[in-house]
């Protein structure tokens, strides 16, 4: 979020949304507290800073005499407390919740939105890329189906949950996420299941934090269209056209021998490359 805050022109800031503070005083030093700090310079918001490591990293300046009702004090780590607080919070300070506030106004304005531009936006930004679709479900082959259907192809799918050492999916590999991106120089993950992004949603924060930022090099699919489940038709046919796998038809042996029949009338060159699996034992 405050990447975001600090790359995009004309968002509400800090100031904007909480005009009644004065000064920021942060107490302890952690990597939110360092950007957060940043943020606040940058938007020329009064900023304090008070603890070890901070005098290496950043540049202090003098502690400002303000009211303490218009000086919004966080502690870094919600471990040092003023004498007579009981409680020490054992976590990031709550207070780190103005982020979200000054981002979510900004949602809630329309100046920070889940998708960046249309879908066909969307498409033209993947021409040539090496698209990498999270996940290996339905949601997965259906957001592979509408893609073949806009002309784009992808790298591969990503998934956690492997054993062994080789795994593919129509025709395509599964890889876990870290060999994909070994395996790819420039990869553009496409997540098929979740929406708004904006809003965190998906795995945004992860992947942000690994270098791939939203509507970048990560985008949740549906905050671009709906994808529609249409039954793999243009996966199978690209399949059928551009592989050399063969078609294995399985259960009801009635039914695979009427839509093999199909199969050959739409597509010439399939005829020796359908294999019926008699799994049912019927003949």
């Known amino acids: 979020m405050l990447d975001e805050m600090m790359e995009k ?8 949304v909480c005009p009644e503070v004065d000064c920021v005083t942060i107490y302890g030093f952690n990597e939110l ?25 950043f540049d202090i300046e003098e502690e ?5 009702f218009r000086n919004f004090i966080i502690y870094g780590e919600g471990c040092i407390a003023k004498q007579e607080e009981k409680d020490l919070r054992n976590s990031v300070s709550a207070e780190f919740e103005c982020i979200d506030r000054v981002y979510e106004e900004n949602i809630i304005r329309g100046i920070i939105e889940d998708a960046d531009g249309t879908f ?20 997965a ?21 492997l054993t062994g050492t080789s795994h593919s999916l129509f025709g395509k590999r599964i890889l876990k996420r870290t060999e994909a991106v070994e395996s ?7 997540e098929p299941r979740s929406q708004y992004s904006a809003w965190g949603f998906g795995e945004v924060d992860e992947f ?57 009338k739409v597509h010439k060159n399939i005829h020796e490359r359908i294999v019926y699996c008699d799994i049912l034992n019927e003949h």
């Open 64 to 68: 400002l005499k303000v009211p303490d």
């Open 120 to 139: 066909q936006d969307f498409l033209e930004r993947m021409r040539g890329k090496q698209i990498i679709i999270c996940g290996t479900g339905t949601d």
């Open 33 to 57: 507290a360092y950007h957060f700090a940043g943020y606040l310079k940058k938007i020329g918001m009064a900023v304090t800073v008070i603890g070890e490591l901070w005098e290496r990293v």
């Open 9 to 16: 022109n004309n968002v509400l800031n800090f100031k904007n």
């Open 208 to 264: 942000h934090y690994m270098g791939y930022k939203r509507n970048e090099s990560y985008f949740l699919l549906r905050d671009y269209t709906e994808v529609p489940k249409n039954g793999f038709f243009h996966i199978l046919s690209y399949v059928i056209e551009k592989t050399l796998l063969k078609l294995v038809l399985m259960g009801d042996y009635w039914l695979c021998l009427k839509l093999a029949e199909i199969i050959k």
């Open 184 to 190: 790819v120089r420039e990869p553009v993950f496409v």
């Open 141 to 161: 082959l259906d957001a592979y189906d509408l893609l073949l259907d806009n002309g784009l192809d992808i790298f591969c799918f990503a998934s956690g949950n």
